[in-house]
């Protein structure tokens, strides 16, 4: 009996309980919704640039052959000599099927000098095109 007396009944406390949950290392929910939300944000916009690089990669390769074409159709063109005033058009063939041209001789104030300008075009209705302007002198 005297074993009975020394025991101490054990006392339920629920703040105790609720501390040492709220103390354990981990994150809630809503940190969680939060981190999930952010990451989700930044990955529709790098998704978003992305294309918009593939865009522009495209972009430039039209840009860069077209440049190289006009400043082809010019070597041509100062190849034949002293051009003629007029215009000409045409188109570049089975290995650029997308590009066309159109060149323009003009007469200038001094009648021993033309201008020549060269436009490469592509795309619907050629909206995009480039354009290269020379003078040529004639010699004498």
């Known amino acids: 009996m005297i074993d009975q007396k020394r025991r101490k009944p054990k006392i339920f406390n629920v703040n105790s309980q609720l501390e040492t949950r709220n103390s354990q290392p981990g994150f809630t929910l809503l940190e969680v919704l939060v981190a999930l939300a952010v990451l989700s944000l930044a990955l529709v916009v790098l998704l978003g640039l992305r294309n918009r690089d593939v865009g522009l ?6 840009l860069t052959a077209a440049t190289a074409l ?3 159709k ?5 190849m034949e000599g002293f051009p003629e005033i007029g215009e000409m058009a045409g188109e570049f063939g089975e290995g650029y099927p997308e590009f066309r041209w159109h060149r323009v001789i003009s ?4 009648d021993y000098v033309r201008e020549v300008r060269i436009s490469v075009m592509w795309g619907k209705n050629d909206r995009e095109s480039v ?6 002198f004639e010699e004498q």
Do not use: D, K, Q
């Open 57 to 62: 990669v495209t972009e430039t390769r039209y």
């Open 70 to 72: 006009a400043r082809m």
């Open 74 to 78: 010019m070597v041509e063109t100062g």
């Open 107 to 110: 007469s200038t104030p001094f």
């Open 131 to 136: 354009e290269l302007v020379n003078y040529v």
